[in-house]
């Protein structure tokens, strides 16, 4: 892992980082150290080297990569409509931005009432994204993804249709 430096020697790295949301620059550097430890997951596979930080500085004089005002959530990725085939995975996204960073819900609506749905092992929430597996004709409907902070909030809803038939075949017209 870190075969250019001596071990139990100390490396400093200097960096910059640029703020995803107010492109703000912030200068920081690291202080690593290469030594030997065990992949504490795999301890079957032996030592190894590898890099340890042991300190990080600020740069800019204690200022923080935090921005520096809040702001509303934004859902930046999401669909409309989706058609699934019986049996499939479904995956429906709802990626969202703002500051303090946004939590991510999903509801779906029944009988015109939004009920939050229960995790199981075929609906699970991972990174914003909802993901159905082996979806069934009842799964269809109208999911909402509800994103809030303490700011504001937001919601988008995806409709969802889970056919029972296998799709029609249709020739298209690009010849392919």
């Keep these: 892992m870190c075969p250019k430096y001596p071990l139990d020697s100390f490396t400093t790295f200097y960096y910059y980082i640029t703020h995803f949301m107010t492109a703000e620059m912030f200068a920081d550097k690291l202080k690593i150290v290469c030594t030997k430890g065990k992949n504490d997951s795999n301890p079957s596979k032996?030592?190894?080297?590898?890099?340890?930080i042991k300190e990080r500085e600020s740069m800019c004089g204690g200022r923080s990569t935090e921005p520096h005002s809040t702001f509303p959530p934004?859902?930046?990725?999401?669909r409309a409509n989706l058609i699934v085939k019986e049996g499939s995975t479904v995956k429906?996204?709802?990626?969202?931005?703002?500051?303090p960073i946004p939590q991510i819900h999903w509801l779906k609506l029944e009988k015109?009432?939004?009920?939050?749905?229960?995790?199981?092992?075929?609906?699970?929430?991972?990174?914003?994204?909802l993901i159905i597996r082996r979806a069934?004709?009842?799964d269809s409907g109208k999911y909402?993804?509800?994103?809030n902070n303490s700011v504001a909030d937001e919601r988008v809803d995806?409709?969802?249709l889970v056919s029972g038939?296998?799709?029609p075949i249709v020739p298209s017209p690009y010849g392919w």
Excluded at 46 to 52: A, D, F, M, R, V
Excluded at 74 to 78: C, E, K, L, T
Aim: a negative charge; aromatic letters at 8%; one cysteine or more.
């Design 92 to 99: 429906l996204p709802c990626a969202a931005e703002g500051y």
């Design 46 to 52: 032996g030592e190894k080297s590898i890099l340890i």
């Design 74 to 78: 934004r859902v930046i990725d999401r």
């Design 112 to 129: 015109s009432q939004a009920v939050r749905l229960s995790k199981n092992q075929r609906f699970v929430e991972l990174g914003g994204t």
């Design 144 to 147: 909402i993804c509800y994103v």
């Design 165 to 167: 038939m296998p799709f």
């Design 158 to 160: 995806t409709e969802l």
């Design 136 to 138: 069934e004709p009842e």
